[in-house]
């Protein structure tokens, strides 16, 4: 999945409703978060008569008591149990639970912001444009030095390459976004998540909902914001899953990466040909002019928008791009390793 624009798709399904809808929310430890997002969500849920439901996944930080304690006073908020823990189990479980009596669901992410009045634009872009699937822009924000040279990072091509759903573009006809709304009888028809994704679940699903024949709707009328990891390391390890994500949809579905998502592979075995230094110098040719683009662009976002965390953006932008290639490496050598004895032998020239 790329999030490419698409002129407008035929569909063979009938046009989606957006009349009775549910709030989805799956989260994990996000004591910090839960009760502020529940509380702006309790309004519009009210107005537009839709139920909250919570699928937790084992949160041990006060996550859990927090949403009991909203459910207690206020009936149309559910806290679900998600034993398998996962974002994708999490949304499968909700819609097995409570989608019978609904349209669509609206899937609220715990780890970020939200505008008001985003249910309501969601709900008018279904209705409107008849999409089986509406995915919104989203934009990264931070509070501490590094979560905000991440924020930087993440907002720019260094740390996206262009993604129309990390950029924000008019409204259009497209193949991936970040998931906000989506119509039960699609979800359900495409098998909905795939539950052995720990990351990139929501490109995996877009890639059979296309291949079913459903629409994908980007809408420019609202967005969310997304607060980034705020230490180095929990960067490192976010972005070592989703290069886990792409590249087990690349083995389950056989798509090719744009450029804009092959050429971070090439960091890893750049970084592993810095052994060969001992032999010539050369070899640390490829990580200098890497680190140099990184470092240069953060200076340049640095001086262009006044930002004094322009640099260490670069830095950010680094640990995403080593992670992610780390990632995608990985879990083509783990498939590989996985493959029969048999298969190899015979493929081998």
């Known amino acids: 999945m790329s999030g490419e624009i698409l002129d407008r798709p035929e569909s063979p399904t009938k046009p989606a409703t957006a009349g009775r809808c549910m709030i989805v929310i799956p989260c994990l430890n996000e004591v910090d978060h839960i009760g502020d997002l529940v509380d702006q969500l309790l309004e519009p849920a009210e107005r537009l008569g839709m139920r909250i439901v919570v699928a937790d996944g084992g949160s041990t930080d006060g996550t859990r008591a ?13 806290l679900l149990d998600n034993e398998r823990r996962l974002q994708s189990a999490a949304i499968n479980l909700a819609v097995a639970e409570f989608g019978h009596d609904v349209d669509c669901f609206i899937r609220v992410d715990a780890h970020g912001g939200y505008p008001d009045g985003y249910c309501e634009m969601l709900l008018e872009e279904a209705r409107e444009t008849g999409a089986d699937s509406v995915v919104v822009s989203m934009a ?13 990072a993440q907002n720019s091509r260094l740390g996206n390459g262009g993604s129309p759903h990390r950029e924000g573009v008019p409204g259009h006809w497209t193949d991936h976004g970040h998931h906000a709304l989506m119509r039960v009888e699609a979800f359900r028809a495409v098998g909905g998540y795939d539950e052995s994704f720990s990351h990139n679940e929501d490109a995996e699903l877009d890639h059979r909902l296309m291949a079913a024949g459903y629409r994908i709707w980007m809408t420019d009328r609202t967005f969310m914001t997304y607060y980034p990891r705020a230490t180095p390391r929990a960067l490192f390890r976010q972005y070592l899953g989703y290069g886990r994500g792409r590249a087990r949809n ?26 060969l230094a001992v032999l010539s110098t050369t070899a640390l040719v490829p990580v200098f002019l890497w680190a140099a683009a990184c470092i240069g662009y953060g200076a340049w976002l640095a001086a262009s928008r006044r930002n004094r965390h322009g640099p260490l953006a670069g830095v950010s932008a680094m640990i995403m791009h080593l992670a992610w290639s780390t990632g995608f490496w990985l879990e083509y050598l783990k498939a590989w390793r996985q493959q029969p004895w048999k298969q190899r032998g015979a493929r081998a020239p």
């Open 66 to 78: 927090t949403v009991r304690e909203i459910a207690s006073a206020q009936p149309r908020v559910l």
């Open 140 to 152: 990264t924000i931070g509070f501490g030095p590094f979560q905000k040279a991440t924020a930087m």
């Open 250 to 275: 690349v083995l389950k579905h056989g798509t090719r990466l744009k450029p804009r998502q092959a050429i971070p592979l090439l960091v890893l075995p750049a970084v592993a040909g810095m052994a």
